[in-house]
Nanobody, 120 residues
Framework: QVQLVESGGGLVQPGGSLRLSCAAS????????MGWYRQAPGKQRELVAA???????NYADSVKGRFTISRDNAKNTVSLQMNSLKPEDTAVYYC??????????????WGQGTQVTVSS
């Protein structure tokens, strides 16, 4: 069993900052890519940012220069620092991990989601 537990969502004014964190736990053998996705009402889930085990990152064009993804491989955690937040960043944010658990196949796992609302 694997769990991805997110924290750090909430309500923030435009121009503000939030930091999301996600911790993976369970019988994990190896974690490959970790990332954050988001889904706004009426829209498809989209990639926000991802980071490989070696530290290579990938960002959606809409968040480049404002969001920073990081991870701690020793603690199996990934974080997303979100600055200069805009109303259009409002969405449910989901943690994602491409990982392999002991004696099982590699697959994707999702967190339960955390709400981020940017509003004055």
């Amino acid at each position: 069993q694997v769990q991805l537990v997110e924290s750090g969502g909430g309500l923030v004014q435009p121009g503000g900052s939030l930091r999301l964190s996600c911790a993976a736990s369970g019988s994990i053998f190896s974690i490959y890519t970790m990332g954050w996705y988001r889904q706004a009402p009426g829209k498809q889930r989209e990639l926000v940012a991802a980071i490989t085990s070696s530290g290579s990152t990938n960002y959606a064009d809409s968040v480049k220069g404002r969001f920073t993804i990081s991870r701690d491989n020793a603690k199996n955690t990934v974080s997303l620092q979100m600055n200069s937040l805009k109303p259009e960043d409002t969405a449910v944010y989901y943690c994602n991990a491409d990982l392999q658990i002991i004696l099982s196949a590699r697959r994707n796992y999702w967190g339960q989601g955390t709400q981020v609302t940017v509003s004055s």
